[in-house]
């Protein structure tokens, strides 16, 4: 639909999906291939180092040239808090230090997230995603840097970059069983091209609390090339993460995107 619009209309395709603005996963985190880009200008895809902690306020400050440009924008993504923090706003919380990066990294690797978690407050406990490794490790990381909570800097809310109405905002919403059977189909096209390749490739330098390091699929297509899944095994685990992941979308967009617009692709 992005391309099409770009191509027919005019405009550029912006990314709005935390995972693909990694540089080191293309075909896992789906996104556009070079064929794709070469059709129309896309922005934010691929410009971040794997390694590199990449805040929903850094991508706030670099998507405003093309909100403000001369060409259309077309926003495309998974994530909604990008989506949230562009059309309601968001509170610029400074940037954390790689010591408190590192440090939270560390404790997610020995402890997991129960740990993180259960230094944070109850309003905050309350209100982020606990079973989104990548929120908790975010909320612990602004506490203690800051010495304050993530709800209390969210508090702060200044204006939004893009009102809503001043722009048409469509949500994707379909059956389960639909989207279920999609989740398969999509990760063994993923397979046929060249997925387990990549994953060969970010071999060496894999940890799974790095920020890339959280794209579907990346730790099991590495446990498999470890020796400790079998392929079948991986698909499997990677098809069941992405179903919780898109129940967990489900639930966000129900609570924070009543005013989009509603399309069913199934049904187009």
């Known amino acids: 639909m992005a391309l099409h619009i770009a191509q027919s209309k005019g405009g550029v395709i912006i990314n709005a999906d935390a995972l693909q603005v990694y540089s080191n996963w293309r075909i896992l985190t789906a996104r556009p291939t070079q064929k794709e880009e070469s059709k129309a200008v896309h922005a934010l895809y691929g410009h971040v180092d794997g390694q590199t902690h990449y805040s929903v306020g850094q991508w706030l400050r670099d998507i405003i040239p093309f909100i403000t440009g001369d060409m259309r924008p077309i926003i495309v993504g998974g994530t909604g808090l990008y989506f949230s923090a562009l059309t309601q706003g968001l509170v610029d919380i400074p940037a954390i230090p790689k010591d408190v990066q590192d440090l939270c990294a560390q404790r997610w690797e020995t402890e997991g997230i129960t740990g993180l978690a259960g230094e944070l407050d109850d309003t905050t406990r309350a ?68 997925a387990l390749d990549e994953a060969q490739e970010n071999f060496d330098n894999f940890s799974r609390s790095s920020p890339s390091g959280k794209a579907i699929g990346a730790a099991e297509l590495i446990s498999h090339l470890q020796g400790t899944l079998t392929l079948q095994e991986a698909i ?22 009543q005013k989009w617009q509603i399309f069913d692709p199934s049904l187009s």
């Open 127 to 194: 209100r982020i995603d606990l079973q989104n490794p990548m929120r908790v490790m975010r909320a612990w990381q602004v506490w203690r840097h800051t010495g304050k909570s993530l709800i209390d800097w969210q508090n702060e809310t200044p204006p939004p970059l893009l009102n809503l109405n001043t722009c048409s905002a469509i949500v994707f919403s379909t059956s389960t069983e639909w989207l279920n059977a999609r989740i398969a189909w999509r990760f063994k096209q993923m397979l046929e091209c060249g």
């Open 236 to 257: 499997e685990q990677a098809n069941i993460a992405t179903r919780q992941y898109a129940k967990r979308q489900r639930t966000w967009f129900r609570s924070n995107m």
